[in-house]
């Protein structure tokens, strides 16, 4: 006996829950090959407000964290990715069209990734704070903080896993929370991901997940003036230049749109950090 | 028994409405003889209310008149005079980015903090009907009001002749719940004579009922007639300091028996829900809540207030919202 197919209905990930839209819309998936593949949510601009109270309630917490701790817990994103494999293959195969083997060197990359940005968590510091000399019997201190509350777009296109895993997890070393607004066409890594995350350590807040169009929801979060910086690495086929006013209204970061899926580096942890720079005296008796 | 033949201190209203031979056992027969409350209805009541979508220009005039019936209010053990400063400041001008938001109705502080208030207010001291901000004080061994009567009456004095517009009382929860309504009648009775001033006016008498210790309905509403009847110019929900604090639920019943109390005497009593205020969104529920259970003409200070702190902030926030077209941040207000 045939059995009926039971497509799941990806829902949003916002301050740890899986809240559908608040609009109540969603869109269809298809596959490389058009068939249905599943509902997502089709976020509104009050979701993305809601992301972002929920990522600002999260950044004392993560960014008050241990390095190592941070380190740990991102780690662990890692480990649990590794046992969720097989889930992602399939879904890369189905959304993007790609081979077996293709799909798994994208999700060994992107576990690979977590490892490398992991690793960075207390040791970015080291590199790129500074004791600076100073003519007087003072230590001068810089030393990198988190910015804050991070929105996100998304690598579009080919790649969505680990385009999307090569924008968070680095703006999540430094202590940064996130807002990422997910590849529109292939949400369904995004949403994967996000039950990863739900299920290690990382708390709720810390990234929120936002899927539908950024052409819709990505003004609203440039202009929010509870948003420290910008990242608009997917935006390119959008309108950037008037996001990136938008965002200089409130004084932002802002990465500019990359093609393609960007490499991991140092420079995406240290884009959303501040320098902060303390004096204290040599001698205090 | 002979408690219950005592005779009260002869609160006009309950006069009329009791007739003049005012005992405790005439009152106890008024408030155990009016209605139950159905709790179903009620709890279905607020929750439909609060499913109306208020949006644009009708959002843009519930955010300025919440403003307008904020008492904005600091009652914290660690109060200083320069803290009152600063809620006077933040009372006066909300919002500095833009000078056309409305002041909000009063201060509320304790009561050795009256003077600090009135002299940062200054000549925008007075009644919130001119656009002026008055202050409120809070009395009466508050928040427990576990004090001897006179100690409680002293509290009151004090602060009207500090110069408090408006004095917030507590009922005495223990004595309420234990049945002896009487006790709790002639407190308010003799807080409401506290109030007088040299001059022959008296303080505007807030009475807060604790509806967080009063357990049911039933009770909040005999709370709500007995403190009407004592002579209470408005009715509070709570003081702020026991949780559940002001429910939508609650303040429909209180909202409620003032109808009642209109409809019977063709008097106007005020509301006051106090604590837990936090949204706008929650903010304009109330609204929807007043003016569809005692119409539109209660949304004005001398009869309708908010008992809020952070409330206001999060106003100023959607007040910034509808002005710019973006979302604002808490970097845009006071922290207070």
Sequence with gaps: ?285 | MTMQTTSLAPAERAVRVLGGDLTERSLRQYLEGLSGVDAVGLEQRAAGLATRSIKTSSKAWALDRIIELIDLTTLEGADTPGKVRSLVAKALTPDASDPSTPRVAAVCVYGDMVPYAVEALGSAHGDPDDGLVSVAAVATAFPSGRASLAVKLADTRDAVAAGADEIDMVIDRGAFLSGRHGKVFEEIVAVKEACRRDDGSYASLKVILETGELNTYDNVRRASWLSILAGGDFIKTSTGKVSPAATLPVTLLMLEVVRDWHRLTGEYVGVKPAGGIRASKDAVRYLVTVAETVGEQWLQPHLFRFGASSLLNDVLLQRQKLRTGRYSGPDYVTID
């Design chain 1, 1 to 285: 006996m045939s059995r009926l197919s039971i497509p799941k209905t990806y829902k949003l990930y916002i301050g740890g829950k899986f809240p559908r839209s608040e609009s109540g819309r969603s869109y269809e998936i298809t596959g490389a090959d058009g068939a249905f593949l599943a509902n997502a949510s089709l976020a509104s601009r009050k979701d993305a407000r809601d992301a972002v109270v929920a990522a600002r309630a999260a950044v004392s917490g993560w960014a008050g964290a241990t390095a190592y701790n941070r380190g740990q817990v991102l780690y662990r994103v890692a480990e649990v990715l590794e046992g969720r494999r097989a889930q992602f293959v399939e879904e890369l195969r189905a959304s993007e069209g790609l081979t077996a083997a293709e799909a798994a060197r994208q999700v060994d990359e992107t576990i690979d990734t977590w490892v490398w940005y992991a690793g960075w968590a207390d040791k970015f510091v080291q590199v790129a704070g500074a004791g600076n000399p100073v003519a007087g019997p003072f230590f001068n201190l810089s030393v990198p903080e988190p910015t804050g509350v991070v929105a996100i777009v998304a690598p579009q296109g080919e790649g969505s896993l680990l385009g999307l895993v090569r924008v968070v997890a680095p703006a999540l070393v430094a202590g940064n929370a996130v807002v990422v607004v997910a590849d529109e066409r292939h949400p369904l890594s995004a949403i994967s991901l996000a039950e990863v995350l739900a299920t290690s350590d990382v708390p709720g807040g810390v990234v929120n997940v936002l899927t539908g169009s950024p052409a819709e929801i990505v003004p609203w979060l440039a202009s929010h003036a509870d948003v420290n910086a910008l990242d608009l690495t997917g935006a390119g086929e959008l309108e950037w230049v008037d996001l990136e006013i938008a965002a200089a209204e409130t004084l932002k970061r802002v990465l500019r749109p990359e093609p393609g899926v960007p490499a991991a580096t140092l420079d995406r942890i240290l884009a959303f950090t501040e320098t902060k720079t303390v004096w204290h005296t040599k001698s205090l008796i």
